[in-house]
């Protein structure tokens, strides 16, 4: 499982991240602030696969941290985050080897695609499995995991759900559903999450 560090001062930034990620078996470590993040990088920086990182943020600054991070010879994938780009910051970060740039604010679809980016570039093989085949099996899994949340099997359903999430991250209707199967064993906390993540898309 790939270690994602997400860093940024913003709580509905983070926990939207967290979801994205999460539901696509990674594992996720949060820091607020760069101070917390560097405390979390010099414990566990040769484990993190890839970092979330905002720019402006109070105190220790985005672009402090990822020349930090270069210093100690970490040089795992690092994704900008800022609603202040500047070619300034952008040469600055591309120089210390940043992988991407999300421009705030950003969707779960431009989320997913980031993360697509990151995915393929580390995929040394692609499946030769044709479109047509990719699309039914998706809607064999949603198909399943309705039927499977309207008699009570939401572990079943959720790993239906999890499989059609990982071929389509940008099917709104599979967080609508993954929201349900939360409500249906009470989770409530869950349940919102997912929603939310459903409504923030277009």
């Given amino acids: 499982m790939k270690k994602v560090l997400i860093i940024d001062d913003t709580k509905n930034i983070r926990n939207m991240l967290r979801t994205c990620l999460e539901i696509r078996d990674y594992q996720v470590v949060l820091a607020e602030n760069g101070a917390k993040a560097l405390e979390i990088i010099e414990s566990q920086g040769e484990i993190i696969d890839?970092?979330?990182?905002?720019?402006?943020?109070p105190g220790i600054s985005g672009t402090e941290?990822?020349?930090?991070?270069?210093?100690?010879?970490?040089?795992?994938?690092?994704?900008?985050?800022?609603?202040?780009?500047?070619?300034?910051?952008?040469?600055?970060?591309?120089?210390?080897?940043?992988?991407?740039?999300?421009?705030?604010?950003?969707?779960?679809?431009r989320v997913?695609?980031?993360?697509?980016?990151?995915?393929?570039?580390?995929?040394?093989?692609?499946?030769?499995?044709?479109?047509?085949?990719?699309?039914?099996?998706?809607?064999?899994?949603?198909k399943a995991a309705k039927e499977q949340i309207d008699i009570g099997s939401y572990d079943e359903a959720f790993s239906n759900l999890k499989k059609a999430l990982a071929i389509n991250p940008y099917n709104k209707e599979i967080y609508k559903l993954i929201s349900k199967?939360?409500?249906?064993?009470?989770?409530?906390e869950q349940a919102v999450r997912f929603n939310s993540i459903y409504d923030m898309f277009k």
């Fill in 50 to 57: 890839l970092i979330f990182l905002d720019i402006r943020m």
């Fill in 65 to 109: 941290v990822l020349k930090e991070l270069r210093g100690k010879n970490i040089n795992c994938a690092v994704i900008i985050m800022t609603a202040f780009a500047t070619v300034k910051n952008a040469i600055d970060c591309t120089k210390l080897g940043a992988f991407a740039y999300l421009q705030k604010p950003f969707s779960p679809e």
């Fill in 112 to 142: 997913n695609s980031v993360i697509d980016e990151f995915e393929d570039s580390n995929k040394a093989n692609k499946d030769d499995i044709n479109c047509e085949k990719i699309d039914l099996i998706e809607e064999v899994y949603i």
């Fill in 181 to 188: 199967v939360n409500e249906g064993i009470g989770d409530l």
